[in-house]
């Protein structure tokens, strides 16, 4: 949120400001000396022509020629406060309350000035004393509600421009403190009506409309967002709270091509800070501006070598662009700086890239321990080992990934891939059926099940299979050829010889279709064709001889 400015709660006192221009107009019974009425027209007239510390000068020679009186005090007070010498005028007024403690708006002034001087505990006496003395003086509620502010008291400081908006109550300065007290205190609605009261007479007003960019953001108003951020780079082109506002809208829509140039302007405005380009970098990032991204995370490093987010980042950019050496290295600078299970899946993932299976698989293996029910982390770690022929572990990985995710097809199928490769042929027909009860028409799964009910002896099954797989999907010639075997096994000789024609024109190089075909021509009298076929295979498979002719 941005700060606050003198503009709206910090003013001299209206009062001592008419008599230092006008020091002729005292009431008549003031006891104020010749001399000192005299130095206070030459200080009038020193400060119209901006001559400030001169006036301020010849006040001080007049309060130091006699017994001063209290009005020369206020006036040397207020030069020394324009002049920003806010101790010096400090002492004045504490002199002023001391002699005179009902003064109207000496301790107000002092308080203003303890403000000043960053001393809020002896502001917030200062102006309790003064609205304790003057109880129309809605000015000291709305210093100590600054002061409340300042030292994180929001209840007390809302409390305190509350009072004062019942002595004054069409006070903006005093609804702007609320505001921000109410902001501060998470009463966001609130907050927005308070600047809603202000917004048409201040429309300009760069803390305001600041503070509504936050309020916006805050409420997940994008639409609010953008519009206050533009009033306020309508008047502040170079706002970095409106560019703020505008890049966090761009990213909340994705509409990341326009959040990265605000980003970038943002660095241009401040070219220092880690943060701004980290958040050029990850809008480029996002809008597949590679090379731009790439840049502005170094640039973020530069600045915070340490920062791991931003290493992880990049060793994202470099893997996209294929530089899988270069990301690897991030992501492992990124688990020395901050380990965390997102970057070893990403080391794990590269490693695979590079062809490097076994520091993939013991990243795997870290992140299961971390997080058991992690369940791609499980089936990645399964698909290693199974590609390393590690069934029976690659199995207990695959129920693992299952486990973690019950409604995973993919990974049931695969349990029934590694089950019916270690010759459980039931079970894996009971683990396909699982997965078919989830996804019906699931080719795979299908096939799956055909497979294991052909090798199972389950010749309706397979058939029943076979049939449903035909609806969805293309065979595989070795499918076709196991349901051909299943056929002629049960007699139906006729159909089998179909399903190895079939295969054979998928593969007309498939010795053992050539040579079961021959068998199942040869029960229905078929011999010339079926010799003609069994040549054919001997002389694609000559050891076949054996197995079949011997």
């Given amino acids: 949120m941005s700060e606050f400015t003198d503009h709206w709660l910090w003013f001299v006192d209206e009062e001592l400001v008419d008599r230092l221009m006008a020091p002729d107009e005292v009431a008549p019974t003031a006891s104020i000396r010749p001399a000192e009425a005299a130095a206070a027209g030459v200080a009038m007239g020193l400060h119209m022509q901006g001559r400030t510390r001169e006036a301020a000068t010849e006040v001080e020679r007049a309060l130091e020629s006699g017994p001063p009186s209290g009005d020369l005090y206020g006036i040397a007070g207020n030069l020394h406060f324009q002049l920003g010498e806010y101790a010096k005028a400090a002492e004045y007024f504490a002199k002023i309350r001391a002699a005179a403690p009902d003064h109207p708006t000496a301790g107000f002034n002092l308080g203003v000035c303890y403000e000043r001087l960053g001393k809020y505990e002896q502001a917030i006496e200062a102006f309790t004393t003064a609205a304790a003395r003057h109880n ?19 209840s007390r400081a809302l409390q305190a421009f509350q009072d004062s908006l019942e002595l004054q109550p069409g006070s903006e300065k005093a609804v702007f403190g609320m505001a921000v007290a109410l902001q501060f205190m998470g009463r966001l609605q609130e907050a927005k009506d308070a600047y809603a009261r202000l917004l048409p007479a201040y429309s300009e007003n760069v803390e305001m409309l600041s503070n509504l ?31 703020e506002g505008l890049m966090t809208a761009a990213f909340a829509e994705q509409d990341y091509p326009s959040a990265a140039q605000y980003a970038k302007t943002i660095t241009e405005i401040a070219p220092g800070e880690y943060q701004t380009w980290y958040n050029r970098a990850l809008a480029n990032h996002k809008a597949g501006f590679a090379p731009a991204a790439e840049h502005a995370y170094r640039e973020a490093l530069r600045l915070d070598p340490r920062a791991a987010q931003a290493h992880a980042n990049l060793g994202a950019v470099l893997q996209e662009a294929g530089d899988f050496a270069a990301a690897k290295a991030c992501y492992e600078e990124a688990l020395t700086l901050r380990p965390a299970p997102d970057r070893l899946w990403n080391l794990a993932l590269v490693c695979e890239q590079l062809g490097e299976p076994e520091e993939a698989e013991l990243a795997y293996e870290q992140m299961v321990e971390i997080r ?37 097809v993919e990974a049931l199928i695969d349990i029934g891939v590694c089950k019916y490769k270690l010759g459980r042929y039931e079970d894996a027909l009971q683990v396909f059926g699982h997965a078919l009860a989830i996804a019906p028409a699931h080719p795979l799964a299908l096939a799956g099940q055909t497979a294991s009910a052909v090798v199972a002896g389950d010749a309706e099954q397979a058939l029943a299979s076979y049939q449903a797989l035909r609806a969805v999907a293309e065979a595989a010639p070795e499918l076709m050829f196991n349901i051909g075997l299943v056929l002629q096994q049960a ?60």
Avoid at 136 to 154: E, F, I, K, T
Wanted: with cysteine; proline share 3%; net charge neutral.
């Fill in 491 to 550: 007699g139906q000789n006729e159909a089998a010889a179909g399903h190895y024609r079939e295969a054979l024109e998928k593969r007309p190089e498939f010795p053992e279709a050539l040579v079961n075909l021959g068998h199942a021509l040869q029960a229905s009298g078929q011999m010339e064709e079926a010799r003609a076929l069994w040549a054919r295979a001997l002389e694609l498979s000559p050891e076949l001889a054996t197995a079949y002719f011997s």
């Fill in 213 to 243: 960019v936050a309020l916006a953001a805050a409420h997940k108003d994008y639409a609010g967002v953008q519009d206050y951020s533009r009033r306020l780079l309508a008047v502040k082109p170079d706002s970095r709270t409106a560019l």
């Fill in 136 to 154: 129309q003086l809605w000015q000291a509620h709305v210093g100590l509600g600054y002061c409340h502010l300042r030292l994180g008291r929001y």
């Fill in 372 to 408: 058991r029910d992690w369940a791609d982390a499980w089936f990645r770690l399964a698909t290693i080992r199974y590609d390393r022929g590690e069934l029976d572990r690659a199995l207990q990985a695959f129920e693992s990934a299952s486990n973690s995710r019950p409604s995973w």
